[in-house]
């Protein structure tokens, strides 16, 4: 009987951790299913003599738990406790996951391994659910992909995903299993290239080099030492090369107000507005220009004015239009608007500027999409809707916060209002839009002041230094692509990403088997 019970007691586990890893890339309430349960067994499991003694004699765990403590403390100097407690149970698996992992027996390789495969399902679900969800709803933005989750964590999954997959491919016996596993890896490169996911991609690069320089230490023999190093100069080089002929050409111009035409094939006369200076796709935005043209040759091809807003209320009519003609190379007049397709003129119509937004392309249409937003934020000083030049602005208010209050910062639950009192005292364009500052380590910073930042920057590398934990490359992968995110993003502040934190990092540090017995206490 007390077999059965520790053998209906590790099946309800493994069914908590299968629900966490198919919620983690795909869906919220799969999380939430999977804690719930993953904490009433190990309540129910009972054995808390036991559990208390793991407990108190691991002091990787206590320190695993500073992060959380850290929320805890910030309860003391706080005002608005209603958004503190909200941000400390969102932060609560930051406790319960690493306890629960730290008392539970290790799992065995195979079992290891097959909880891997599990996560892999999850991103394969999401993945797929989101590419058919995106063509038949007609989408426009390929980000809309990810549906459950943010985009920015869909990302980061499909990055664990691909190298999960070929750490498991390298385990495989079987050449059936092998194949689904290429097959797979073959499926997500392509999501990531034809979403046009930089984040994704720029993760990729940095973590496989990360990879190549670490075995090229590893290795003994001069040739590995040589040749590893090489592959991976190669592989930026090429990168580097393609970014900057893509760089280039969306740059270079090729127009002298001198010979450039006067008039329309109808006569009228153009405007050449190269004081702008806003170049996209290789030529001047607003050369070539003729409205009375084309205001009368769009009204005959929509119904949408040209005065007006996209069917999203978004962006104008009119500029949409001249940049999207300047993209294609056609003049801004009756004969470029009669040259566009029906489909061109619904991609108007939906706030499409730039006919490489629609490539299949995703790295160079979204590379194009940068570039513009930079051109747009430093001329006009643009902001609202852009993805960079909301990071800067958000950075720069962050940075003027944090010198308020360096030492403690200003408590667990004033966050999210200190920030935003911010944005309206330096009067940013982004006040009144409850954003946060993008930057996981400038919140700790906002949240915590030097103290707190340090605390939970220990708590976080200390035990992954101590168990020695970057000779695998699973884990020392996973690090990296938490480190990168929290750089570009509020990481660790929605569910989706706060429980891929949680949950890898308790994984690997007291259920991977790979660590010695003696090490784990």
């Not at 459950?148 to 299993?177: G, H, T």
């Not at 090369?241 to 006067?262: C, E, G, Q, R």
């Not at 091809?301 to 001249?322: A, C, F, Q, V, W």
């Not at 119509?349 to 490539?359: F, K, L, Q, T």
Request: charged share 20%.
């Amino acid at each position: 009987m007390l077999i059965n019970r520790v053998v209906v007691h590790r099946v309800v586990f493994f069914i908590a951790l299968m629900f966490l890893l198919v919620g983690i890339p795909f869906c919220r309430p799969f999380m939430s299913i999977g804690g719930i349960l993953l904490v009433a067994n190990w309540f129910l499991e009972g054995d808390f003599v036991r559990k208390w003694y793991q407990t108190k004699n691991n002091k990787l765990l206590f320190i695993v738990l500073l992060f959380f403590f850290v929320y805890l403390m910030g309860l003391v100097y706080t005002e608005n406790y209603p958004q503190a407690w909200k941000s400390i149970w969102l932060k609560i698996p930051l406790f319960f996951i690493p306890v629960i992992f730290a008392t539970t027996k290790p799992l065995s390789t195979i079992e290891f391994h097959n909880l891997l495969k599990v996560y892999l399902v999850g991103v394969l679900i999401s993945s797929v659910y989101g590419f058919i969800h995106y063509h038949q709803n007609d989408l426009i933005d390929k980000r809309e992909i990810a549906v459950y989750i943010s985009y920015i964590r869909f990302e980061m999954n499909l990055c664990l995903a691909v190298f999960i997959s070929l750490y498991l491919l390298q385990k495989e016996k079987y050449r059936w299993q092998q194949c689904l596993l290429l097959i797979y890896l073959a499926w997500i490169f392509y999501l990531i290239i034809y979403v046009g996911a930089l984040t994704a991609l720029i993760m990729l690069v940095l973590s496989f080099c990360v990879l190549l320089l670490k075995k090229a230490f590893e290795k003994k023999d001069r040739l590995h030492r040589i040749l590893l190093p090489l592959v991976f100069l190669l592989g930026i080089s090429g990168a580097i090369l393609y970014t900057y002929v893509l760089v280039k050409n969306y740059y270079t111009v090729d127009f002298d107000a001198h010979k450039a035409d006067v008039s329309t094939v109808d006569g009228n006369p153009y405007v050449h507005d190269t004081n702008c200076m806003l170049i996209e796709n290789g030529s001047y935005v607003y050369t070539y220009v003729c409205e009375l043209e084309l205001k009368e040759a769009w009204d005959q091809r929509s119904r949408l004015p040209y005065n007006g807003m996209d069917i999203h209320n978004e962006h104008t009519i009119k500029n949409t239009l001249m940049r999207y003609l300047n993209s294609k190379g056609l003049r801004k007049d009756r004969v470029g608007v009669e040259s566009l397709s029906d489909n061109d003129i619904k991609n108007i119509e939906n706030g499409i500027a730039n006919v490489a937004y629609v490539s299949l392309m995703g790295y160079k249409s979204r590379l194009y999409g940068l570039l513009w937003e930079l051109s747009d934020y430093k001329k006009n000083k643009v902001v609202s809707g852009y993805t960079l030049p909301q990071r800067i602005e958000l950075w720069k208010n962050a940075l003027l916060l944090i010198k308020q209050q360096p030492l403690l910062g200003v408590g667990s639950g004033d966050i999210n209002d200190a920030f935003a009192r911010q944005l309206l005292i330096s009067d940013s364009p982004l006040k009144n839009t409850n954003k946060l500052c993008h930057n996981q380590f400038l919140l700790f910073f906002i949240g915590f002041g030097v103290v707190g930042f340090f605390v939970i920057m220990f708590s976080i590398l200390y035990p992954f230094i101590k168990r020695k934990a970057y000779r695998y490359d699973l884990f020392l992968i996973f690090m990296l692509i938490m480190f990168f995110s929290m750089m570009t993003d509020d990481t660790l502040e929605r569910q989706d990403g706060l429980t891929l934190f949680a949950f890898f990092n308790a994984y690997f540090l007291f259920l991977m088997p790979f660590f010695p017995e003696k090490k784990r206490e």
